[in-house]
């Protein structure tokens, strides 16, 4: 007689059951896990909007979250403009969100149910949404603000002192929903259910655990957004502790991922195939053992009887790597720092130098000049470019660090650079310069800062580069270019490594 093999309805049962068991416990989990990566991710974007938004009110209207004078009224808070006078910051997301829609007031806009409101669970002490304007921006996430919020200006360190304080930033700090008015409608908190006005605080996440909603309390000020309690700003850090010495974050990719200043780690010495070289004067070099020095990328300079440094090219450098000057058939031609790169120089008989490449600065009363193309160049006594006259109008040479373009003021207050006709941009900090995807940010001083690329900021380094690391250690050019951390704290990009300012050191 045959025989069938099958399980018994008692076994199917049981299989069932522990599938069931299983599941109750594993799809929360996976629920919670994809919730967390979703709303941190929206989390850091909205921020990125927020911000983008006080760049684009610097540069059409030379305002910012530190410069709104007036309160915003609920009635009027949908017109408002910058461009009609009114100076609030339901004008200023007027003019520069697109797809935004004005909402309304905290605790009076629909729900995500019938006949419902939209509120959402508070959880930190001081934070009262309460009679707040909100915003819904192009994604659906949710913005909400203090009607009386102006004059957000931020000159030291975020405290709680600073955020507690009504005639300090108190009047503030708003939130962003990143899930609109769909459910949780739940503010974050830290593992242990709680959360404080206190950002550079430690705060423990699990991202399966409790804490998480989609409810983040921000602040504004100046030209920034950032996460107003330890909570939200462990939650847009990665989840881990957070401490005072994260603050470097300076913003957010359009992806979310957060943007870190002070890139470089101040290191002053590197170890390539085997030696160790010490950085000076923007090079890296070391002694050989017949005393002579090798820089990464500059060769070797053979020591002389003075103590110097010469290289073939006849160049020279004395022991801290400052250059001196140059012999060009058999002459001496002293450095002058007139420019980024410097010129060389010899002085003659009757007071006026001339350079390695020819030319003639002639004496004057007050420095020195020449004469090209019809404009006349004027330095100092110390052979330092002061600037510029063309067609009778002085263009002033300005050493913004990376380059010194000659620049005139409009009547406006802007500055137009000699030959180029570029047009740098008075905001209420400085200047900018905008061409194609790039703005350049400047200081009041026209010292570069930095410079933005498709909304992202790259600060610039003492070695002229414009650079950010992303939240692996991997430093990003503005260019986007990515070069990848190693183990001996170098970076490489296409064979090539560089240090943590570019500087490129050589192939491996």
């Known amino acids: 007689m045959k025989r069938n093999n099958a399980f018994t309805l008692a076994e199917l049962m049981i299989t069932i059951g522990v599938v069931g068991v299983v599941a109750a416990i594993t799809i929360p989990l996976l629920i919670q896990n994809s919730n967390y990566k979703k709303f941190t991710t929206q989390f850091r974007k909205s921020l990125s909007t ?14 910012d979250y530190g410069t709104l004078t007036s309160d915003s009224t609920p009635s009027t808070c949908a017109t408002d403009s910058l461009s009609g006078g009114q100076s609030t910051m339901c004008a200023l997301l ?42 819904s921006m192009a994604d659906g996430s949710i913005v909400g ?5 102006k004059n957000c200006s931020l000159s030291g360190e975020l405290t709680k002192s600073v955020l507690t304080d009504s ?36 705060c423990t996440l699990k991202s399966s655990g409790f804490g998480l ?9 100046n030209g920034t957004v950032e996460p107003a309690t330890n909570a939200a700003k462990a939650f847009f850090s ?10 470097n974050i300076i913003g957010y990719t359009s992806s979310g991922e957060p943007i870190y200043g002070q890139v470089s780690s101040g290191k002053k010495s590197i170890t390539y195939k085997n030696n160790e070289y010490i950085l000076m004067n923007g090079y890296y070099v070391r002694n050989d053992e017949y005393g002579n020095r090798i820089a990464l990328g500059n060769g070797t300079w053979t020591k002389n009887a003075d103590g110097n440094y010469v290289n073939p090219s006849n160049y020279v450098r004395d022991e801290n790597w400052n250059i001196l000057g140059k012999y060009k058939n058999g002459e001496w031609y002293d450095y002058m720092p007139d420019s980024i790169s410097g010129i060389y120089v010899k002085k003659n008989s009757d007071g006026s130098y001339i350079s390695d490449n020819g030319t003639i600065f002639t004496k004057t009363s007050d420095g020195y000049e020449f004469i090209a193309f019809n404009e006349k160049h004027v330095y100092d006594n110390n052979l330092k470019r002061v600037g510029i006259y063309s067609n009778n109008e002085f263009y002033k040479t300005t050493y913004t660090g990376r380059s010194m373009p000659n620049l005139k003021e409009t009547p406006n207050g802007d500055l137009v650079e000699l030959w180029t006709q570029n047009i740098y941009k008075k905001t209420s900090n400085g200047y900018e310069y905008s061409t194609g995807a790039y703005k350049y940010i400047y200081d009041s001083n026209m010292k570069e800062l930095g410079a933005y690329h498709n909304g992202i900021f790259y600060p610039v380094t003492s070695a002229k580069t414009f ?12 260019n986007d270019r990515v070069y990848k951390k190693r183990d001996d704290d170098l970076y490489e990009y296409n064979g090539w490594l560089y240090d943590d300012e570019l500087r490129q050191i050589g192939k491996e």
């Open 50 to 63: 927020l911000n983008q938004a006080a760049i684009s009110a610097q540069a059409q209207y030379d305002m």
């Open 94 to 135: 007027n003019n520069t969100l697109a797809g935004k829609t004005y909402m309304g007031v905290y605790g009076e806009v629909a729900g995500s149910m019938i006949l419902t409101k939209y509120q959402f669970t508070k959880k930190t002490d001081g934070f009262d949404p309460a009679n707040f304007l909100i915003y």
């Open 145 to 149: 603000f203090n009607p009386s919020m």
């Open 167 to 202: 005639n300090k930033l108190a009047n503030c700090i708003g939130f962003i929903d990143v899930n609109g008015v769909s459910l949780p409608n739940k503010e974050v908190t830290c593992s242990d259910g709680t959360s404080a006005l206190e950002p550079n605080n430690p």
């Open 213 to 221: 909603g989609d409810v983040f309390p921000v602040v504004f000020h």
């Open 238 to 247: 990665g989840g881990s502790s957070v401490s005072a010495g994260d603050s």
């Open 467 to 478: 650079v950010r690391k992303d939240n692996k250690g991997n430093i990003v050019s503005y």
